[in-house]
């Protein structure tokens, strides 16, 4: 990560505010996250970049400060994975950053978001968070605390979209920001312009559905367990009927 990222992710994060547990979501500060992997798999697999963007909500877009990774993850890329990510090995192995380094340092800027109760945003959060906890485990264990040690402050659009909007199909990120009106800021599959896209979801989100405005950073995780509970089940009566094993994880 270039120094300057470093230094202004780090300079917004001491001014940002101290937020109180009735802070709506329509008027929290947020740090989107993003990462590109060698494959699925929380330990076994590792990121090959990421993005953090924190977004202060009365500068929107304009006045977001961003700090980005590319990390040699001392491990073979995925062909998948690659298409996906556009990353090869060689490519990796060359300008990624040392692994220890950087997951150290995406682990402290959240750490010193969730000291302010500014709630980490992630599409699908709980792939973005094992895979950086599979990182903490690997690269630093005993010297880093992992983030599902604790009670970690989440916004996962995907799963306020499954409660709010009962359309059919897919959800991918691009389609879900299409269904919102939300404009990309570069291709998808690049951790920073998804990690904006992300990030942009929550204003149309809390604009068109009450419910999700009046949702509190007290009653944020309670508010997504419920309705991630919620989708399971339907989701579930719907892979029994078609002779399906049920899905049985459960949202952080």
């Known amino acids: 990560m270039e120094n300057t990222e470093y230094t202004s992710m780090e300079q917004a994060l001491q001014s940002a505010p101290q937020q109180e547990g ?18 699925t798999k929380p330990g076994k697999d590792g990121i090959v970049s990421a993005s953090l963007v924190l977004r202060d909500p009365t500068k929107g877009y304009a006045g977001d400060v961003v700090a980005t990774w590319i990390v040699n993850p001392h491990r073979h890329i995925s062909k998948g994975a690659s298409r996906v990510n556009g ?12 692994p220890e380094l950087a997951t150290e340092q995406m682990a ?22 094992q ?6 485990a690997h690269w630093c264990a005993g010297s880093v605390k992992p983030l599902s040690e604790g009670d970690l402050l989440v916004v996962d659009p995907l799963v306020l979209d499954r409660e709010i909007s009962h359309r ?16 990309p800021h570069g291709n ?5 312009a998804d990690t904006v896209a992300a990030v942009d979801l929550i204003k149309p989100m809390t604009t068109l559905f009450p419910q999700v405005a009046r949702i509190t950073m007290d009653s944020l995780m309670d508010w997504q367990r419920q309705a991630q509970a919620k989708w399971r089940d339907q989701f579930n009566q719907h892979l029994i009927s078609q ?6 994880d459960n949202w952080l």
């Not at 895979?131 to 903490?136: A, F, R, W």
């Open 168 to 183: 059919s199909g897919r959800r991918t990120l691009g389609m879900t920001s299409e269904y919102y009106g939300v404009i």
């Open 243 to 248: 002779g399906r094993r049920p899905v049985t």
């Open 87 to 98: 990353f090869t090995d060689d490519q990796l192995a060359t300008e990624g950053m040392e």
């Open 108 to 129: 402290g800027f959240i750490a010193r978001a969730q000291n302010k109760r500014i709630p980490l945003l992630a599409y699908n959060a709980p792939f973005d968070v």
């Open 22 to 39: 009735s802070t709506r979501l329509g008027d929290s500060w947020l740090l989107g996250f993003d990462t590109e992997t060698t494959g």
């Open 188 to 192: 998808f599959h690049n951790a920073t």
């Open 131 to 136: 895979m950086l906890d599979g990182d903490i």
